[in-house]
């Protein structure tokens, strides 16, 4: 581990959430960023001091030996890999407070949020229930179990 380096629990189950992480990752020239779904096996065993709860409710992150949550997270990780320009807003004093309010919201409804904009604009990526994909749209389960 780099001192540069930003470890960032995330919910993989999440289509937006997963999107955004892989279009972070594709900027991440210096692999200073490192990703781990909170829904991996033996999450627990391996990071016992995060708590997976807290971490679902808001984006978690480790930074040169801090918790960092939420947007902050956001803005370090696109600062890392070149984009902090973008982000930067984030982080001034008057907006800051509103959009950790905007954030914490887009956080408790990001499965809804992210199948609307799945099936509206093709946004995203694809999740599957139970293990089965639906090939037309009225969700009927066309591949079985």
Same mark, same amino acid.
């Given at each position: 581990? #780099?001192?540069?380096?930003?470890?960032?629990? $995330?919910?993989?189950?999440?289509?937006?959430?997963s999107l955004e992480m892989q279009r972070l990752?594709?900027?991440? !020239?210096?692999?200073?960023?490192?990703?781990? !779904?909170?829904?991996?096996?033996?999450?627990?065993?391996? $990071?016992?001091?995060?708590?997976?709860?807290?971490?679902?409710?808001?984006?978690?992150?480790?930074?040169?030996?801090?918790?960092?949550?939420? +947007?902050?997270?956001?803005?370090?990780? =696109?600062? +890392?890999?070149?984009?902090? =320009?973008?982000? @930067?807003?984030?982080? =001034?004093? %008057? %907006?800051?407070?509103?959009?950790? +309010?905007? $954030?914490?919201?887009? @956080?408790k409804y990001r499965y809804p949020i992210s199948?609307?904009? $799945?099936?509206?604009?093709?946004?995203?990526?694809?999740?599957?229930?139970?293990? #089965?994909?639906?090939?037309?749209?009225? !969700? #009927?389960?066309?591949?079985?179990?």
């Amino acid at each position: 581990m #780099t001192d540069n380096q930003l470890t960032i629990f $995330y919910d993989g189950n999440c289509p937006l959430c997963s999107l955004e992480m892989q279009r972070l990752k594709e900027q991440d !020239d210096k692999q200073n960023i490192l990703l781990i !779904d909170l829904h991996q096996a033996n999450f627990n065993e391996q $990071y016992p001091h995060i708590n997976v709860d807290k971490a679902l409710a808001i984006l978690h992150g480790e930074y040169q030996g801090k918790l960092l949550l939420g +947007l902050d997270v956001t803005h370090r990780a =696109w600062t +890392l890999v070149g984009k902090g =320009w973008m982000v @930067a807003p984030l982080q =001034w004093p %008057i %907006i800051k407070p509103l959009s950790h +309010l905007a $954030y914490l919201q887009l @956080a408790k409804y990001r499965y809804p949020i992210s199948q609307f904009i $799945y099936k509206r604009f093709g946004i995203g990526i694809k999740q599957c229930n139970e293990g #089965t994909c639906y090939d037309k749209p009225n !969700d #009927t389960n066309n591949r079985g179990k």
